[in-house]
T-cell receptor, first 108, second 114 residues
Framework: KNEVEQSPQNLTAQEGEFITINCSYS?????LHWLQQHPGGGIVSLFM???GKKKHGRLIATINIQEKHSSLHITASHPRDSAVYIC??????????FGQGTRLTINP | NAGVTQTPKFQVLKTGQSMTLQCAQD?????MYWYRQDPGMGLRLIYY???????DKGEVPNGYNVSRLNKREFSLRLESAAPSQTSVYFC?????????????FGPGTRLTVT
């Protein structure tokens, strides 16, 4: 079993839908990162959180430390949100353990 | 600011050839990282440099060497390329040492070893 599991692996939705991507981890962490990988391959950091909730525009990330679970939500989804979303658990001084990613496709 | 830059963007090598992947950042970050990304595997850490003058192994260091040339530059060398090293390589940097700090990624180098 991977230390970091994401679900679903693939998600297709219609423009405007509310999107939820889940991330579960099996070990203690100091923080959790959400990253976005564009179709062209570039990776951008979206959030880094260690408790509670963060919001940036239409994106919201939450984490429940006790349940070892984090979610990434996208409100009013748009085709430009189509990308691979990756969660990564911060373990130890330098180590990030990455999930395998969720491929999101938003159709117009 | 260019952020994190990597060269080359694409490379094809024959088995046994050597090459160096270059990475530079202009954000005055202390820490730099090399990752590889393979289908179905997620990103995996090859080597990292917590600060100028130090380097340490990550999860998959075999077959690679690194040099932290100065605060800006962190290179990854393949001495004798193998087909198993076919991958996309990402360099990243972080302002401070530690995995609880946001990392900034370069555009990646797609390497094919035949």
């Amino acid at each position: 079993k991977n230390e970091v599991e994401q679900s679903p692996q693939n998600l297709t939705a219609q423009e405007g839908e509310f999107i939820t991507i889940n991330c579960s981890y099996s070990v203690g962490i100091s923080a959790l990162h959400w990253l976005q990988q564009h179709p062209g391959g570039g990776i951008v950091s979206l959030f880094m959180l260690s408790s509670g909730k963060k919001k940036h525009g239409r994106l919201i990330a939450t984490i429940n430390i006790q349940e070892k679970h984090s979610s990434l939500h996208i409100t009013a989804s748009h085709p430009r949100d189509s990308a691979v979303y990756i969660c990564a658990a911060a373990r130890g001084a330098q180590k990030l353990v990455f999930g395998q990613g969720t491929r999101l496709t938003i159709n117009p | 600011n260019a952020g994190v830059t990597q060269t080359p963007k694409f490379q094809v090598l024959k088995t046994g050839q050597s090459m160096t992947l270059q990475c530079a950042q202009d954000m005055n970050h202390n820490s730099m990282y090399w990752y590889r990304q393979d289908p179905g595997m997620g990103l995996r850490l090859i080597y990292y440099s917590a600060s100028e003058g130090t380097t340490d192994k990550g999860e998959v260091p075999n077959g690679y060497n690194v040099s932290r040339l100065n605060k800006r530059e962190f290179s990854l060398r393949l001495e004798s390329a193998a087909p198993s090293q076919t991958s996309v390589y990402f360099c990243a940097s972080s302002p401070l040492t530690g995995s609880s700090y946001e990392q900034y990624f370069g555009p990646g180098t797609r390497l094919t070893v035949t």
